[in-house]
């Protein structure tokens, strides 16, 4: 009775064993099914930007990025800027206008496809610094403030990673001199949180 018994238990600890091994193995394949491109947690981006798209574009300009919304979170995407004649990649308000274009434009077919949208939807006109503003202020058509929340963090993190020249914030401001300027930085939690986060570091 004891030797079936010790039979009945060994045989139950093997198929525990193989079970335990399938499970293991099936999480190694899955996981080699996430897509990579967006840094340290991928698994929370599903929205693996197209390359194909992104050699075409870059061939086309000047090489630059924008944010778009993916899922609740931000995603650089690849886009290029088209330098008209007289222009260069130093022509900061050119460049930031460019930019806040490409925002507006709707993702392509592919990025669509893929879960990219925007939250910029009305024209923004960007303009540079105005008297007795610091240098690197830009100020926008629409006062920053007025902007839905996942449309300015749109705006800042193009701006900081497109016009910022290193720094970790960009300057922003209304149209209007007494519309006062705000230093905007581009943060994790901002990626991440683009809707609840506030996106304002302090006073220019």
Do not use: N, W
């Not at 030797?3 to 080699?32: K, M, S």
């Not at 075409?56 to 300009?61: C, E, L, M, S, T």
């Not at 630059?64 to 222009?87: E, T």
């Not at 709707?106 to 105005?130: D, I, M, W, Y």
């Amino acid at each position: 009775m004891r030797r079936r018994t010790g039979a009945v238990r060994r045989q139950a600890t093997a198929v525990l064993l193989a079970a335990g091994a399938l499970v293991l193995a099936g999480c190694g394949i899955r996981a080699t099914e996430v897509p990579t491109e967006f840094g340290a947690a991928p698994s929370r981006v599903p929205c693996p930007a197209s390359a194909a798209d992104v050699a075409a574009q870059a061939a086309r300009g000047l090489p630059m990025q924008v944010y778009l919304i993916c899922g609740s979170q931000l995603v650089g995407v690849d886009r290029s800027v088209a330098l008209s004649d007289g222009h260069t990649a130093d022509d900061r308000v050119y460049v930031a206008q460019a930019l806040l274009d490409e925002l507006r434009e709707e993702p392509s077919q592919a990025e669509a496809k893929a879960g990219f949208t925007t939250a910029v939807r009305s024209e923004l006109r960007v303009r540079g610094p105005q008297k007795g503003d610091p240098a690197e202020a830009l100020r926008l058509s629409t006062p920053p403030k007025r902007l839905a929340s996942y449309a300015l963090a749109q705006v800042v993190c193009t701006l900081v990673h497109g016009v910022g020249a290193g720094a970790d914030s960009v300057v922003l401001g209304g149209p209007a001199d007494k519309d006062a300027l705000q230093a905007y930085a581009c943060t994790d939690e901002v990626r991440a949180q683009p809707g609840v986060v506030p996106v304002p570091s302090g006073p220019a």
